[in-house]
């Protein structure tokens, strides 16, 4: 065999041995069958960016093995839509809502009775194959809570809470373990909550079916609920400014449709404040090279929100050369996918087990954080790392503080969410991690967790 065929098979091997290894997307495996294109691709698009890294991490399904904290901290956070809580030296809480509960186990009784379509007949196209094996596991109901605030009562959070067809606003008290339900309705999908400890008023932003989502405002107990700002938008962030009783910053991006009316692309996100004794809406941040997200007003007066660049959904000549050079990997990984399914509706078993066996935990190809698509796995396995805890999210985006003499600083970066306590502390997460800042600025771990949603420092 010619020495030239001996070094591009051991490659292969190698090369597919650590695509194995390291639990890599299986098309890989057919890419690397091809001779010299396919480790040489291989080796610039995945085996290059992890030389350097601190410590590659070996399982995407996690990056940590569960909450650990290690600073003493008061504040309530949500990763894949649980809500957790930590108070100083006590233990990490999870808050559990008895109304998600009951959401559940009505769907499984429902389920429970129409287990003669899931059972299997011996046809491949009946039974669990046409009518969905899952329905009645209980950890595949979508449940879960989108947003959490502060309450005017003690050792109380509000939150809001979705399933598939229904929403609500509701109140927990830790120490007495009681969950309130303050509003409840179908089609109701809501984020972004926030208090005003004046009034006593709610504020949340509401997503609609058509894509868009606007400011919608309610009282303390649940009741008048009313539509603060209106029209084809996407209105998000609400947040009470502090000392003005009726006046709410919120973050604001205009969407392009085609001619079916369907959202093509949002706009860069600005920063907007509305009145509402007046009803007048006025802009304080705007520049179509960046997004600004998440406005909030500090009790020193201070403006804090996250910066990221806007990135416009562009088809550049280089997208169409390399869509050209990969249509006939993604049309193998087509056919294999369309095979697999049929292996699996007949004999219940994949066509293969490269990948290794199954990773215990939920699946973070992708995640959404911020209107934005996030390659979990590849942020992980590339992404900065912040006292070796990886961020989901670049460097580029920055939690900045801004005065009003309109100076900005940069006061971190690989900002996914954060949060300001009533003293005026400031906790941010990068999306795997919370940490704290001090008096200069220097940040603390307080925990570590898988995707870290949102944050609040109670």
């Known amino acids: ?65 569960g909450p650990q904290p290690s600073v003493n901290c008061k504040l309530a956070y949500i990763s894949q839509g649980k809500l957790f809580r930590k108070s100083g030296p006590s233990p990490l809480t999870q808050i559990q809502s008895r109304f998600g509960q009951k959401i559940i186990d009505r769907t499984v009784r429902i389920n429970q009775k129409n287990e003669w379509k899931t059972k299997p007949t011996g046809s491949p196209f009946s039974g669990s194959a046409l009518w969905g094996g899952d329905q009645a596991d209980p950890d595949a109901i979508r449940v879960f809570i989108t947003s959490v605030c502060r309450s005017c009562e003690k050792d109380t959070l509000y939150y809001v809470l979705e399933s598939d067809s229904t929403g609500g606003v509701f109140a927990y008290n830790h120490e007495t373990d009681e969950e309130k339900r303050l509003f409840h309705r179908n089609n109701f999908y809501a984020k972004d909550l926030d208090l005003n400890p004046e009034t006593g008023q709610l504020v949340c932003s509401q997503t609609f079916a058509d894509g868009t989502s606007n400011i919608v405002m309610m009282n303390g107990d649940g009741s008048g609920l009313s539509g603060v700002t209106e029209g084809d938008s996407i209105d998000e962030a609400p947040s009470w400014i502090p000392g003005r009783q009726r006046r709410i910053l919120f973050q604001s991006s205009g969407v392009g449709r085609n001619k079916d009316g369907y959202i093509v692309g949002r706009g860069p996100a600005s920063i907007q404040a509305v009145d509402l004794d007046q009803e007048r809406v006025t802009g304080v941040l705007e520049d179509g090279r960046y997004d600004y997200l998440q406005p909030r007003i500090a009790p020193d007066g201070y403006l804090y929100y996250i910066r990221r660049p806007y990135e416009t959904q562009q088809y550049d000549s280089a997208t169409a050369v390399a869509d050209f050079f990969l249509l006939p990997f993604r049309l193998l990984r087509a056919v294999f996918h369309y095979l697999n399914f049929f292996s699996l509706v007949y004999s219940r078993k994949p066509l293969t087990t490269a990948s290794g066996p199954k990773a215990q935990g939920d699946d973070f190809k992708t995640i959404m954080l911020k209107g934005r698509i996030i390659d979990a796995e590849k942020a992980l396995r590339q992404g900065t790392k912040i006292m070796g805890v990886p961020s989901l999210v670049p460097s580029s985006w920055e939690l900045v503080r801004r005065s009003e003499d309109h100076s900005e600083k940069v006061i971190a970066k690989n900002v996914a969410a954060f949060a300001i306590g009533s003293d005026g502390e400031i906790a941010y997460s990068n999306g795997c991690g919370i940490f704290a800042l001090d008096r200069q600025g220097v940040p603390r771990l307080v925990l570590k967790d898988n995707i870290i949603e949102d944050i609040l420092l109670d």
């Open 1 to 65: 065999m010619h020495i030239i065929a001996i070094i591009e098979i051991l490659f292969q091997v190698y090369f597919i041995s650590h695509a194995i290894r390291t639990q890599k997307p299986r098309y890989w495996i057919v890419v690397l069958l091809v001779p010299w294109i396919g480790f040489i691709l291989y080796f610039f698009t995945e085996v290059m960016p992890e030389i350097g890294q601190d410590q590659p991490v070996a399982d995407a399904s996690g990056p940590v093995a």
